[in-house]
């Protein structure tokens, strides 16, 4: 077993970080650095002595620094950045493994896993048709999370969100008792809040908002548009979430109750102010992310272009620091939502 599927194998995932938690972390990371060092010359290049570089995300998207992995795979694109140039990532198996386990740790861990046949409403376009950026492809393989009994796309291949059909879809499935799952861009759920009518549900409902929001949505908030969603599904339940991530990171993270993203231990974050410090508790700064899931790609640390602040003893109860999303440092032009506004 290697050091990464020992990682992954930890108990506890959202538990209280222990040394030997920190030690199989520790063995992680060098065994992500001397695979990307031995395989990719252009990577080892930027070390500096023993220390590992911390890579601005914006460097993805302008230099192809992917390490070569033989086998097959998939490609995904990311969205750009303030010059609306996106990374195109190559996912090796190796890398699509260790991200699946992953990512059934965290759907596991907020409960957004169900063994019954459940039906699955995509405000996002299906990756099957057309080229699309990569978070079609992610909303379409988070279905994984249970059986599928049904699947509605409700963006067409042009970006357009057709809400009269996704209000459709909800209202034919109104007497079903099979679990709904609303995976989406949170500006087409500000879309789809807007055009929303009263809609009594058999099944409770649970939603994972995603994708770059703030200064995009139109005429709400992310907050006042999942509340004016939550009173027009009628439902037992209605568990909407934010989720958090990018293409070039192998984890997205999911909100708790109180909508903050803790990260579980097959992963770490630091806050950081202009010189790459940490930045103390509450203090705004950029998110850096550290995980050494993939092997086709040296963002094991990662420095990403948005803001968020950190802190601990959050009200749900989690042992696991936290941190928010305050928003883009660079104006939003080539994300995933604004594309989807554009």
């Not at 063995?27 to 590992?52: F, K, S, V």
């Not at 694109?77 to 996106?86: I, L, Q, R, V």
């Not at 990374?87 to 896993?113: E, G, K, N, P, Y």
């Not at 928010?324 to 989807?340: D, I, K, N, S």
């Amino acid at each position: 077993m290697t050091a990464i599927d020992r990682l992954l194998a930890a108990p506890d995932p959202y538990g209280a970080i222990t040394a030997a938690d920190e030690d199989r972390f520790a063995a992680a990371m060098a065994e992500a650095d001397a695979w990307h060092r031995a395989h990719n010359p252009r990577y080892a290049r930027l070390w500096d002595g023993a220390e590992r570089p911390v890579i601005p995300v914006a460097l993805f998207k302008q230099v192809d620094l992917a390490t070569p992995v033989d086998g097959e795979g998939a490609w995904l694109a990311s969205s750009g950045t303030t010059s609306g140039a996106g990374t195109r990532v190559f996912f090796d198996r190796v890398s699509l493994d260790r991200i699946r386990r992953a990512m059934v740790q965290v759907f596991l861990a907020h409960r957004f896993i169900d063994i019954q046949p459940a039906r699955f409403l995509l405000l996002s376009p299906d990756p099957t048709r057309g080229s699309h950026p990569g978070y079609a492809t992610t909303f379409d393989k988070f279905t994984g999370c249970a059986p599928v009994a049904d699947k509605v796309f409700a963006v067409d291949p042009h970006g357009e969100l057709d809400a009269g059909l996704a209000l459709a879809t909800l209202r034919r499935w109104a007497a079903s008792p099979a679990p709904i799952f609303l995976f989406g861009l949170t500006v087409y759920f500000e879309r789809l809040s807007l055009a929303a009518e009263p809609i009594e549900l058999v099944a409770g409902i649970r939603g994972l908002t995603g994708g770059g929001w703030k200064g995009l949505v139109k005429q709400l908030g992310r907050d006042e548009a999942v509340t004016r969603l939550r009173a027009a599904l009628r439902a037992p339940a209605v568990d909407l979430r934010d989720l958090f991530g990018l293409t070039e990171h192998p984890v997205h993270y999911i909100s708790c109750a109180h909508g903050r993203f803790h990260v579980p231990k097959l992963a770490r974050f630091a806050i950081v102010g202009p010189a790459g410090e940490r930045l103390p508790a509450g203090e705004p700064g950029l998110i850096r992310l550290i995980s050494p899931l993939f092997a086709s790609l040296p963002s094991h640390d990662l420095l990403t272009e948005d803001r968020g602040a950190w802190g601990e003893g959050c009200a749900c109860g989690s042992p696991l620091p936290y941190f928010g999303f305050l928003g883009r440092v660079t104006p939003p032009a080539g994300t995933c939502a604004a594309e989807a506004v554009g």
